[in-house]
C-alpha cells in the first residue's frame, strides 16, 4: 500500500505559475509528474493548462512539453509516439518515455473526441489526462459537453438543459487496456492509477474531477472539499476499468459495499454557486431528482460490467 | 543574411522551465497559512494537497515568496496546524 | 534504379529514398495511391518507418508536427478538402517551425464535388507560411522530394515544405523516371539534426503563450525562414546537380526566354502545356517564351523581376482564382514587378475542375493576349453547358415556388 511518504519529493511542476489560486489542474499535473517522473513528454492541449504554465520565455513545467492545438491531443501523441519509436531503432533514445496527454473537458468531450477516438483504436501508447472542470474556464465558463444537468454557464444562463455525456464509458467501448476516473480528495488512488498506467502498454485514458473555484463559484481553499463531495454525492465516481471488467475504487467502493452511506446530490449542489439559479427556481427539485437518476443510472451501468455480465 | 536577420531568425516560441515564471505570486495571497508546528503531527496532508508546490516535503515549510494563499492546506489540515492570517498592507 | 509508375507511387518511392522514419496520413483521392504504397513498402520490410493511420487530415497534420518536433524526419501527403481540413495545423507546422514536407495533389475544391485539377487547394493555403512548389513532370516530382528536405532541414529555412503535383495529368499518368538509390540520397541528405526538439535531457516548453511585446519577431523570423530559402533552393539544386547529374530546382524555370518579347507564365503541368504553344508560335515567327513559376512560396520576385524586365507584355495562366479579385499567380506577379519593370499583363483563367487544357487553347489564348486584344482577366474556357441549360430549368421552377 502506498502512502505520502512514498511520493517522490522532486517537484516538477514548479512553484509560482500563472495558475488561480487553489486550481485543480496544476495540482493534478504534480500529482501526475510525481507517478510518471521526468523521462515523460507531454503535450498539453489548448486549456487553461496551456496558460496556467506561464508564458513565452518562461515556463513552470519542467518536463519537454509541447502545447498542441485544440483538436490534436490524440494525433499529437500518435506523432511522438511514433517518433519514439523511430528514435529507439536508431539508438538515439535508450528506451521509450511516457507520452501523456493533458487535456481539459472542452479538448476532450467535443473538439477533442475525433483525435482521442482515433489515437485510441490506433492503441497509440500514451496517457490521455481528461481535467474536466465541466466547462470551458479558459474562455470564460462556457458550457461543454461535460456540463452536468442544471449548471449555470455563461451559455447557459438558465442552466444547463441536457445531461452531460460519459465519455469514460465510450473510452472503454474502444477496448483500451485502461480506464480510470479520479479525483484530488483521494490523492494515493489517483498516483497510484497513474502508476499502473505508465506500466500498461497501449492507450490509458485517465479523467478526474477538476472543480474550478472562479467557474463553480467557490471559495479557492474549498477546492478539496468539492471534490470529495462530488465522489461522495456520487456526482463523480471512482472506478477504474481494466481487462473487460470495472472495479469501484477509494470512496466510492466503500459506498457501494454500504461502508459509508452516499452524501444526497444536493449537498453537492449546495456547496457551490453553479447550481444556486436551479436550486432557488421551482424546476429545482426535478433538476435535483434528475441528477440523482442519473447518478444511480451511471452506477448501473458500471455495475453491469462484472464479469458475470460478460 | 544582414546581422539583424541573424538576431530573429530563430525567434521561437519556446520557453525555459523556471520556479516564479509568473513572478513572486505571494504577493497575490489575501490571506497567509501560519502553521502551528506544535499541533502539527506531519500527516503530509498540506504538502499533497497544495496546488503551488509551495510545501518542502521534510520540514513542511510553506514557500512565502509563490504561495497564492489558496487556503486548502488550513481547510485539509486535520488537526487545524495552519490558519489563514490576512496580510497587512504592503 | 530507373522505373515506370505514376506520380503518386514516384512520390512513395523517393519519399522512402529521402529516409522519411513517420508518416501520418489520411487517404483521398487522387493522393491515396501515394500512401498506400508507403504502406506496401512497410509492409514489405522495404521502408523504416512508422505508418500512422490518422482519423483525419487535421490529425495527419497534427502528428506531422509533433513527430517532427521529437526529432525525426516526418512525411505526409493529402489533396484538395484534406489540405483544407489541416488549415489550423498547416499554420502551426510553420509556427513552431518543423521542417516537414508534404506533397498536395492539387485538385479543386467543392462543392460541386471535383477530384480534378486545380490549383484552389494550394493557393488557398498561401499565407500559411509553408514553401509552395509546383512540379511539371514525373521526374521532377522525385527529385524535389529529395532536394525538399535538404532546403526544409537546413539551418537557415526550418520551415515546412507543399511540393504541390496536379492530379491525374501527374499523379495517375505513368512515366519512365529515376529513382536514386537510398545510400546515395543519404550522401547528398544526411540524417535530419534537429536545432532544438522534445527531449528529456534538455525539457523546454514548445509552443508557448507569446504576448505582443514578443510576438511580430516570431512572425518575422519566419519570414526570414522563407528568405533564406530563396538561396538554399539552389544550392539544393547545384548540389543534386553534382551527385546525380539533373537539374530540377531553381525558382523559376525558363523556356525559350532569350529573345522572347512576350511571355506566358504558368505552374505546374499547364506550363508544359504551353511549351507546345511556344513552339508553335515560335514557328509561326512570333517570338514568344515561357517563365515557368516553381516556387510559389517564397516567391520569385528577383527572378520575375530580371527575366520579365523589357518584354512586351506577359499573359499569365490561373488555374485557380482570388474571388473577388483575378487569378492568384497574376496578382502576385504583378505586385513583383510593379515599380520594377512596366509590363503589360493579362490574365487567363483555364482548367479549373480539371477541364483538360490544350496547347492550342493556350496558343490562341497568347495570340490574343499578345496582340493587346484580351480583357485584363479572361474566363478562357468558361462557356454554358448542356447540364448548365437544366440548372435554368431548375432555377426557373424554384421561381415559380418562391415567388410571392
Known sequence: MVSFKDLPEEELFLAGSTACQGCPSSLALRMAFKALGKDTILLVVASCTSVLQGSYPLSAINLPLMNVAFATGGASASGVSAAVKALVKRGELAEEPNVLVWAGDGGTYDIGIQSLSGAAERETDFIYVCYNNEMYSNTGTQRSGATPLGAWTTTTPGGKAQHRKDIAQIMIAHRIPYVATVSLAYPLDFYQKMLKAKEIRGTKYIEMLAPCPPGWKFPSAQMIAVSRMAVQSGMWLLYEHEDGETRFTAATKRILEGKVKKRPVKDYLEIQGRFRQILSSPEGQQAEDMLEKEVSESIRRLQGWVPEYI | ?90 | MRVLESGNHLIALAANVAGVEVVPAYPITPQTQVIEMIADLIAEGKMDAEYIPVESEHSACAALVSASLTGVRAFSATSAHGLAYMHEMLHYAAGIRVPVVMVNVNRALGPGWNIWCDHQDSISQRDTGWLQVYVASHQEAVDTVIQAYRITEDHRVLMPLMLNMDAFVLSHTYMDADVPGREEVEAYLPPYRPLWKLDPRLPMTHGSVVYPVDFSETRQSMQIGQDNARQVVYEAADEFMRAFGRRHGDMVDGYKLEDAEHLIVAMGSLAAESRVAVDEMRAAGRAVGLLRVRFFRPFPIDELRSLCSGRSGLMVIDRDFSYGMEGALFSEVKAALYGHADVPSTNLIVGLGGRDVTYEQIREAADRAFRGEADEVTWGDSHITKAHEITREMLAEFDKLLSP
Open chain 2, 1 to 90: 543574411m544582414s546581422r539583424e536577420k541573424e538576431e530573429v531568425g530563430y525567434m521561437t516560441s519556446m520557453s525555459r522551465p523556471v520556479k516564479g515564471c509568473a513572478g513572486d505570486t505571494g504577493e497575490w495571497r489575501v490571506f497567509r497559512p501560519v502553521k502551528n508546528d506544535d499541533k502539527c503531527n506531519r500527516c503530509l496532508l498540506c504538502w499533497v494537497y497544495c496546488p503551488e508546490a509551495c510545501l518542502t516535503k521534510e520540514a513542511l515549510e510553506i514557500d512565502y515568496q509563490y504561495c497564492k494563499g489558496c487556503g486548502i492546506c488550513a481547510v485539509e489540515c486535520p488537526t487545524g496546524a495552519i490558519e489563514m492570517v490576512k496580510e497587512e498592507k504592503r
